[in-house]
């Protein structure tokens, strides 16, 4: 593998796609009358132009790049503040937040969000940081309910 | 006359109060959101779609608008006293703005990126006026063979210019179509690549892609970077330019307004590529070019005013044909159905409010632009020491409530997240997003133009050749396709 650039490795994952996209696309059931074009043409065009590009990928030296790194800076954090674990944190953050939407509601669950990222990210200043990020959040709120008759979940807050 | 005629209709909309404020919060809304780095006019419009998914489709575009040319002068601000361009057709800006903050003369830098995006902005909405009622009549006679074609030489025109390789652009493109054509067939009511979900019935919405896409992978993007510390601004300064000064860019703005409105108007071009063409234009022409790249005012009035007017060009296109010729202007046509608006050449008679009242108040939002950014500019330049920390989380927020709010759905709060990351991938492998999100609003019109057009030719292919302009249209876009593999294979043949 150490031969294989990251072009190569995306042509393969691209490649592997394409054939998987193609056998959904013969999956694709017929029209019972007879036309020109049916829903499954489309598809099979994409899917073995995707194919096709996917083996140009595979040879094409031009543009090849490598996902950077951890930086210098990045290596002296300890592991859960490193770049690359923020954005797994933050991930898993936005995966718990749309779990929590509905039961707790949206003010709790936007504060929680906002609030406790940028505390994870480094910003030290509690009172700065909660001021901010209730406000933005109930702003939006009132907007969203009041203005433009959106609904958003009220949770465990009843108002 | 007509279009005189048409305008001053035009104006009763666009000066509705409820309009004007929306022309206000967008101007204001743009130039924030376009003002942080990273954070362009894709994003920007991605943000603002929730808000105007409730109007109706004149005042919503009227507000898109105005955060379109906002965003586009916000990035101008970052360009300028930071050199992080907020957008990439404030590129070219930071060549001379950023030197002339240097030296002291940010406040200077920043009042010639106003005037020269005033007069560019002004320059394009006249030619809009002008050349888009013209265009409209010529598409009026186009059919589904024609349309699908146009479409054609959008997306590979897009996918040409994107400085990124060829074929990871074509991918990227490919991609998006494959996202488009998810969901229920509406021809034949067949299911495609739901998977068995039930959400998945009606495809997938294009803000959760869009935000995804831009907006949360960008987050992602600048948390991987490691960027969390606030970058040191330069210091504002006075506003003022002397006469001399005003003698020197008038011309200078004039050409590139005119040159920047025409590379707005092209399919992929905008307001990038007209940027930069204004500025190497004005440094081959001026005669102190040899200080341009030290903060020569020329090197900042010059692509800002062809990136204001290529942005009024590139509506000219997505009005009157209602193909997009831009990934940011893709997002305004997904914006326009959305809110059950089809835009094209039969726009100007069904729904003459939307398309006067966007022009008239074009005009509107270019005199707020210069009458909100000269005297807040020192105000506005304070947005850039909020802590990346609180920024981040916030625009996280509002990627949230964008999704939630338009579709009441928790399972596109996955989709946006896995969108996200997808969208990091392709910024880290050099994938540009662009074209993707193009095709995804094309793609579905593609498949039922071509359709349609084989339907009526009894399924008959050459349809698409026999048809001049379709034919020519779709030369045009193979040619901008291959034509850097040719002149790859023409210089490797003369090489050996």
């Known amino acids: 593998m150490k031969s294989m650039n990251a072009n190569k490795i995306i042509s393969v994952i691209i490649a592997l796609i394409s054939i998987a996209y193609i056998w959904m696309a013969y999956q694709i059931p017929q029209f019972p009358i007879p036309r020109p074009v049916d829903s499954d043409l489309f598809p099979k065009v994409l899917g073995f132009s995707l194919l096709i590009l996917s083996i140009l990928l595979f040879f094409d030296k031009t543009g090849i790049s490598d996902a950077p790194a951890e930086t210098v800076e990045g290596d002296r954090l300890p592991w859960y503040r490193r770049p690359t674990m923020k954005v797994v944190v933050t991930s898993v953050a936005i995966a718990a937040y749309a779990l929590l939407l509905v039961p707790v509601g949206f003010v709790l669950a936007s504060l929680s969000l906002c609030f406790g990222l940028a505390l994870y990210y480094g ?37 | 006359m007509e279009s005189l005629t048409n305008l001053v209709y035009g104006f009763q909309i666009a000066l509705d109060p409820m309009n004007i404020f929306y022309v206000f919060i967008g101007v204001f809304a743009g130039t924030v959101i376009g003002m942080l780095p990273g954070l362009g006019p894709i994003s920007a419009l991605a943000l603002m779609i929730p808000m105007a998914f409730t109007m109706d489709p004149a005042s919503g575009l009227i507000l898109m608008a105005g955060v379109y040319y906002g965003a586009i002068f916000g990035g101008s601000t970052s360009s300028i006293l930071l050199n992080a361009p907020g957008v990439a057709g404030t590129v070219a800006t930071s060549f001379d703005g950023y030197p002339m903050a240097k030296k002291g003369l940010a406040g200077k830098a920043l009042a010639l990126a106003a005037y020269a995006s005033f007069i560019g902005g002004t320059i394009s909405v006249l030619g809009l006026m002008l050349i888009a009622p013209l265009l409209s009549q010529v598409a009026i006679s186009f059919g589904p063979a024609e349309y699908f074609a146009l479409m054609v030489l959008g997306l590979t025109a897009v996918v040409s210019l994107s400085d990124k390789s060829l074929i990871k652009g074509m991918i990227a493109a490919i991609f998006g179509m494959m996202v488009s054509i998810m969901g229920i067939d509406l021809q034949t009511g067949t299911e495609r690549y739901t998977f068995n979900h039930i959400e998945l019935l009606d495809g997938i919405d294009f803000i959760v892609v869009a935000l995804g896409l831009f907006a949360l992978a960008e987050v992602f993007y600048m948390l991987l970077r490691g960027g969390s510390k606030t970058q040191k601004r330069n210091i504002v300064g006075s506003l003022k330019l002397s006469r001399q000064e005003v003698k020197e860019i008038a011309m ?223 030369i045009i876009a193979f040619l901008s396709l291959f034509m850097p593999l040719f002149k790859f294979v023409y210089r490797r043949i003369r090489g050996f």
């Open chain 1, 123 to 159: 910003y030290r200043n509690h009172l700065v940081n909660f001021v901010s990020s209730f406000g933005v959040v109930i702003v939006l709120y009132l907007i969203m309910t009041r203005v433009m008759e959106v609904y958003l979940p009220k949770g465990i807050i009843p108002y």
């Open chain 2, 252 to 474: 200078p703005i004039t050409r590139s307004s005119i040159l920047g409105f025409f590379t707005g108007v092209l399919p992929g071009a905008g307001a990038t590529i007209g940027s930069f063409l204004g500025y190497s234009m004005e440094k081959r022409l001026a005669r102190d070019g040899d200080t341009f790249g030290q903060g020569n005012i020329k090197g900042v009035a010059a692509p800002e005013a062809a990136n204001n007017a290529a942005c009024g060009g590139s509506f000219v296109p997505l009005l009157t044909l209602g193909v997009p010729g831009s990934g940011t202007t893709a997002i305004l046509l997904g914006a326009l159905l959305v809110m059950g608006v089809t835009p094209g050449p039969m726009m100007l008679e069904q729904r003459p409010d939307v398309f006067w009242g966007v022009i008239a108040s074009m005009y509107i939002g270019n005199i707020f632009l210069l009458v909100l950014n000269l005297p807040l500019i020192p105000y506005f330049a304070r947005l850039l020491d909020v802590p990346r920390p609180l920024l981040l989380s916030m625009i996280l927020i509002f990627c949230m409530v964008g999704v939630y709010g338009m579709s009441f759905s928790v399972f596109n709060l996955f989709l946006l997240l896995g969108f996200g990351l997808i969208g990091l991938a392709m910024r880290l492998y050099g994938f540009p997003a662009a074209p993707m999100i193009l095709a995804l609003i094309l793609g579905a019109l593609m498949e039922e133009s071509m359709r349609r057009a084989l339907q009526i030719s009894g399924g008959d292919w050459w349809v698409f050749i026999q048809k001049p302009i379709s034919m020519w249209l779709l």
